[in-house]
């Protein structure tokens, strides 16, 4: 049984960092990716990067490339999301989720397992 659980969010100025955490059990190498999503007040949860399982190769969403940084340690099997120069704009819940389908993960943001969320808010 895959379980996900989130951690790290918090209140930060604009310009700060956080890093959140994302502990992973029971994902083998059937799955696809790990992946971050977030949901702002009133908005559609979009996707904002994910890290492959079998090769670790990355890939961000093009509205935190170059801000986000995604890791895993697979010692603790942990996903890291590593977010520096914090807009008000990435204000939201955070999720962390997985799939065996990138379609399913990352173009119909309908991956099997989800964590429950951490909360972000950017805001002086």
């Known amino acids: 049984q895959v379980q996900l659980v989130e951690s790290g969010g918090g209140l930060v100025q604009p310009g700060g960092s956080l890093t959140l955490s994302c502990a992973a059990s029971g994902v083998t190498w059937d799955y696809y990716a790990i992946g971050w999503f977030r949901q702002a007040p009133g908005k559609e949860r979009e996707g904002v990067s994910y890290?492959?399982?079998?090769?670790?190769?990355?890939y961000y969403a093009d509205s935190v490339k170059g801000r986000f940084t995604i890791s895993r340690d697979n010692y603790k099997n942990t996903v890291y999301l590593q977010m520096n120069s914090l807009k008000p704009e990435d204000t939201a819940i955070y999720y962390c989720?997985?799939?065996?389908?990138?379609?399913?993960?990352?173009?119909?943001?309908?991956?099997?397992?989800w964590g429950q969320g951490t909360q972000v808010t950017v805001s002086s």
């Open positions: 890290i492959k399982i079998k090769d670790g190769s990355t």
């Open positions: 989720a997985t799939d065996t389908n990138l379609f399913n993960l990352w173009l119909l943001l309908r991956p099997e397992y």
